[in-house]
């Protein structure tokens, strides 16, 4: 009954999986994403802080410092903008580089390397006041808004812990000179930084779970979607289960054929069945004529019994030749020894004498 209610009972298939992707469809979180900036940004900003601090005042000491007739020249005016930017460009651009970097590392983390053009182009449905309103009052809204409200508290509650740990020094912030006092606001607010970064973070990889639970939730599908997909990508299962049973009734009727004017059958002794022709006068080598595994060996026997054909167990000859050699082809140098010895049993049986097969010249 559930399976008939179209419950999501079965495993997203491969295809499905793929087509998802296709469509831009992984598991995301945002959060994840800002949190691990937050923190990597801090951590940047304290190890090269102080020297972007320190480019910024002596670029500002030198400007200045150095303060000439003002001039209303183009050339000036770009050459002291060259210099602003070079200046700071060699501290700020390796941060800016880093948090890049790291942004792009984040997201293939996430989702993996993922390009999907479609989801560039502007979606106009979204512009559409009823469907945002739709999106704010859904299940979905209800619970960002109550998670969001959660980080709010979390934020307020280790800013506060923080803050409340290093309460005797902020106190006494007050009797510092005010070099040491911009020092320690920063050093304070970077901590902060830190420690909400961190445990926003940790927030972050408990979404980042939710967020793959509930897309395998969504990639879940129905028995009736898993067989309309296996129709789509293999066809009607009824029509390759009779095209499978024609070919396979096919093959016995070339069996029915073949093994009669077989010389000698190799079997395993139930599993494989081999069927040899070797004519001195016209061929080289021994040739398999048929073959089989389970059902189809257990023609060949039969048949082979039937029109009065040598049966003879050898179970490694009959592996290697059931693995190695097509229907119609000969036997490999390797294996004439072995063929050989079965088919002057056979013929000794018959009380017939014949040319041996020898190997071929290499």
């Known amino acids: 009954m559930a399976e008939q209610s179209g419950d999501k009972s079965q495993e997203a298939t491969p295809h499905r999986r793929q087509q998802a992707r296709e469509q831009g469809q992984v598991a995301y979180s945002q959060d994840l994403g800002s949190a691990a900036l937050l923190v990597v940004s801090v951590l ?84 559409n006041p009823l469907s945002g309103l739709k999106r704010i009052f859904s299940l979905t809204g209800a619970m960002r808004l109550s998670f969001g409200m959660f980080k709010v508290t979390i934020v307020a509650v280790v800013a506060s812990v923080v803050l409340y740990q290093r309460r005797d020094e902020v106190l006494l912030a007050s009797a510092l000179s005010a070099p040491q006092l911009a020092s320690f606001m920063i050093d304070i607010a970077l901590s902060t930084a830190l420690w909400v970064g961190v445990a926003l973070l940790i927030l972050a990889l408990f979404d980042f779970a939710f967020q793959k639970w509930k897309h395998e939730q969504d990639l879940r599908m129905t028995r009736q979607e898993v067989q309309d997909e296996m129709k789509n990508l293999q066809g009607d299962p009824q029509i390759i289960a009779r095209r499978r049973a024609i070919q396979r009734q096919m093959a016995l009727n070339r069996m029915g054929d073949k093994v009669p004017k077989a010389d000698v059958v190799v079997t395993n002794p139930t599993e494989l069945a081999i069927a040899i022709k070797y004519d001195p006068d016209e061929m080289l080598a021994p040739i398999v004529v048929a073959k089989g595994a389970g059902v189809l060996a257990q023609r060949i026997r039969r048949l082979a019994l039937e029109h009065n054909i040598p049966v003879v167990e050898r179970k490694p000859l009959a592996q290697l030749l059931y693995k190695d050699v097509e229907i119609n082809h000969p036997v490999p140098d390797k294996s004439y020894a072995a063929v050989a010895e079965v088919l002057a049993y056979v013929y000794q049986l018959k009380g017939k004498k014949m040319k041996l097969p020898q190997p071929r010249a290499a």
């Open 44 to 127: 940047l900003l304290r190890y090269w802080g102080a020297d972007v601090i320190d480019a910024a005042g002596r670029l500002m000491r030198h400007q200045l410092g150095t303060v000439g007739p003002m001039v209303a020249d183009r050339s000036e005016a770009l050459a002291q903008s060259h210099t602003i930017v070079f200046t700071l460009g060699k501290v700020v651009l390796p941060i800016i580089g880093l948090l890049a970097g790291a942004g792009i590392l984040l997201n293939v983390f996430q989702t993996g390397f993922l390009f999907v053009p479609e989801r560039l182009v502007p979606d106009v449905s979204r512009l």
